[in-house]
């Protein structure tokens, strides 16, 4: 199994260009996430889908939308970047249930110019 | 709403030395408590978790006890490695009424330690 997989890992963006970010898990599991993590402020969810065909909105959505493809893959989509949403965003994903581990992807950097 | 607070880092220790990464949290109800890790260059991935009051998780030398009565769930380890090195998270179950799995993090405390 190889987890949690998220493409780019790297990426260099001009104000005002879009973007998706590709996730992809192969555990099966319902439940998927967005975060961006900056330094001094931990992880922030950006979206999150409970299970496949909903999404909602977490902590920092604003300038992002979300897709849930299918049970397996969750996109997230800058529609015009912004220097502020320079950051490393991180997916994750868990099975359904309060108290189950999330699993991380390696993350993918991005930089706005 | 629930929150995590972590003691600030970095923090630096030598070799073998006893290692204490502070956490509170606030939060209504009974939510899981978890210490996750982040290696130079990786994702995080998780260390320990306990999931109700007085539970000791425990994983790779690392231990945390979830103490409702104080709100805490500190991370220790009584001889740290190099291979310690690294960020780490601790965070909660925010669960609310739709149960969706959401977590809530800490800061991150970075450690480092030398030779």
């Known amino acids: 199994n190889a987890g949690v997989t998220q493409t780019p890992k790297f990426q260099v963006l001009k104000t005002g260009q879009s973007m998706t970010l590709q996730c992809a898990q192969d555990?099966?599991?319902?439940?998927m996430y967005w975060y961006r993590q900056d330094p001094g402020m931990g992880l922030r969810l950006i979206y999150y889908?409970?299970?496949?065909?909903?999404?909602d909105k977490g902590e920092v959505p604003n300038g992002y939308n979300v897709s849930r493809l299918n049970k397996r893959e969750f996109s997230l989509r800058l529609e015009s970047a912004a220097p502020s949403q320079t950051s490393v965003y991180f997916c994750?994903?868990?099975?359904?249930?309060?108290?189950?581990?999330?699993?991380f992807g390696p993350g993918t950097r991005l930089l706005v110019l | 709403g629930n929150s995590v607070t972590q003691m600030e880092g970095p923090v630096t220790l030598s070799e073998e030395a006893f290692l204490t990464i502070n956490c509170t949290y606030t939060?209504?109800?009974?939510?899981?408590l978890f210490w996750y890790v982040q290696y130079p260059g990786e994702g995080l991935q998780l260390l320990l978790k306990?999931?109700?009051?007085?539970d000791k998780g425990s994983n790779k030398g690392f231990e945390a006890t979830y103490r409702k009565e104080t709100t805490s769930f500190h991370l220790e380890k009584g001889s740290v490695q190099v291979s310690d090195s690294a960020v780490y998270f601790c965070?909660?179950?925010?669960?609310?009424?739709?149960?969706?799995?959401?977590?809530?993090f800490g800061q991150g405390t970075t450690l480092q330690v030398k030779p």
């Open positions: 994750a994903s868990s099975d359904r249930g309060l108290k189950e581990t999330q699993y």
């Open positions: 555990m099966n599991h319902n439940s």
């Open positions: 889908s409970a299970s496949e065909g909903t999404t």
């Open positions: 939060a209504t109800g009974y939510p899981s």
């Open positions: 306990a999931t109700k009051a007085d």
């Open positions: 965070a909660l179950s925010d669960h609310g009424s739709s149960n969706t799995g959401k977590l809530i």
